[in-house]
């Protein structure tokens, strides 16, 4: 199976930045998503990464190292809707089915 | 973007009847769709994956007899919890894929058993 790391909860300022790290097993890997999901509903696509590196999109960004098995999301000038449960999940490589890591829930305070 | 549906978004039942949810890619042809649980306060968790005209591919642990799914089509997925009981109680969400990397998920369809 694949194992996907993540802290369970972080809290952070609105304006500052936050960064959630992953860690994942690197065997079978095809991909490394980053999914937001605010309570009852169901998760959005954020970010999907299989090269190594920083993407950028907007205030959120996800970071990919695949020797080291870890990934972060970054979000800059964090706003209170960014309140969520921000879920790391891994691809594998037989059809691209879907691993969750445990989620890591955002505060974000005034 | 790519856009899936999921009816109904919510349903409430009584111990022993079933339930089916539809899950739909609107915009798109999705050869393999995804069917997911979530607990409250969890992550979600992969039930099965479902291939057109094909049979669904389980997870462990997931009684396929009672977690019944058809992909009849490329744009349509059922689940059907049969004779459901309140600890099937559970948000469903399904996902789509386009053919590409990236999963699209429904809305979820909340299921409440009495």
């Known amino acids: 199976g694949q194992n996907i790391d993540q802290p369970t909860e972080m809290t952070a300022t609105e304006g500052a930045i936050v960064q959630i790290n992953c860690t994942y097993q690197?065997?079978?890997?095809?991909?490394l998503f980053w999914y937001q999901q605010h309570a009852g509903e169901a998760p959005t696509f954020l970010s999907y990464?299989?090269?190594?590196g920083l993407e950028e999109k907007g205030r959120f960004s996800s970071f990919l190292s695949r020797s080291k098995g870890y990934s972060y999301l970054l979000l800059k000038e964090l706003q209170m809707k960014d309140s969520a449960s921000y879920l790391c999940?891994?691809?594998?490589?037989?059809?691209?089915?879907?691993?969750f890591g445990g989620g890591t829930r955002l505060m974000v305070k005034p | 973007g790519a856009v899936v549906s999921q009816h109904p978004s919510w349903v409430i039942c009584k111990s022993g009847t079933s339930v089916k949810i539809e899950c739909r890619s609107l915009?798109?042809?999705?050869?393999?769709m995804f069917w997911y649980r979530q607990f409250p306060k969890q992550s979600l968790m992969l039930m099965a994956t479902s291939n057109e005209g094909s049979k669904a591919t389980y997870e462990q642990g997931v009684e396929k007899d009672k977690f019944l799914i058809n992909h009849a089509s490329l744009t349509l997925s059922t689940l059907t919890v049969t004779s459901a009981h309140p600890e099937d109680s559970s948000f469903y969400i399904c996902?789509?894929?386009?053919?590409?990397?990236?999963?699209?998920f429904g809305p979820g369809t909340r299921l409440l058993v009495l």
């Open positions: 999940s891994q691809g594998d490589n037989a059809g691209n089915m879907l691993t």
């Open positions: 915009d798109f042809q999705a050869t393999t």
């Open positions: 690197t065997s079978g890997f095809n991909g």
């Open positions: 990464n299989v090269l190594d």
């Open positions: 996902s789509a894929m386009t053919g590409l990397e990236t999963q699209y």
